[in-house]
């Protein structure tokens, strides 16, 4: 679907300025990758204004293409990521494996995740890890495990 709705977009001429704002930044930090983790550092500050999660994680492909219009394929590891958490919280909320699916896919397209997930932009992974730490905390029983400390970064007792 996400594929459909950008092909569409680009059929139609529909671009958007700041996913060649970010493919540049992605190129920018693929340099300082290649060039070890002070260059990286360094590169994160040339842009200290925009948000480095997207641009950081597509900066290896940019090693194959520095277009936007190509660069936007990350974004399907979210939407799989948002999808796949949403089926682990579901599931943790006391749903069924299929309940779970189809409230997942529903999720997945949202009007919002499907506008997000478009373009080069941080909402999508956002949530995605939103709801992943929803769901680590909910399967932690409420951090009484040792995998909800971690989550939580509390290496002891949760409760105040």
């Known amino acids: 679907m996400v594929g459909g709705l950008r092909a569409a977009a680009l059929l139609d001429g529909f671009s958007n300025v700041d996913d060649f704002l970010y493919a540049r930044q992605a190129q920018v ?10 260059a990286l550092v360094d590169a994160w500050q040339e842009f200290p204004f925009l948000s480095a999660l997207v641009p950081t994680l597509t900066a290896p492909l940019t090693r194959l293409t520095a277009d936007p219009n190509l660069l936007i394929s990350v974004q399907l590891v979210f939407v799989l990521a948002l999808f796949a958490g949403a089926v682990v919280l579901v599931q943790a909320l006391g749903r069924t494996r299929s309940e779970a699916l189809v409230i997942a896919a529903a999720v997945a397209c949202l009007p919002g995740v499907l506008i997000f997930a478009v ?6 992974a956002a949530a995605a890890a939103s709801i992943w730490t929803c769901a680590a905390y909910l399967r932690s029983n409420g951090c009484g495990t040792a995998a909800g400390h971690s989550c939580w970064g509390r290496p002891w007792h949760c409760s105040a």
């Open 119 to 124: 373009k080069l932009h941080f909402a999508v």
């Open 29 to 38: 930090y693929y340099n300082g990758l290649r060039n070890g983790p002070v």
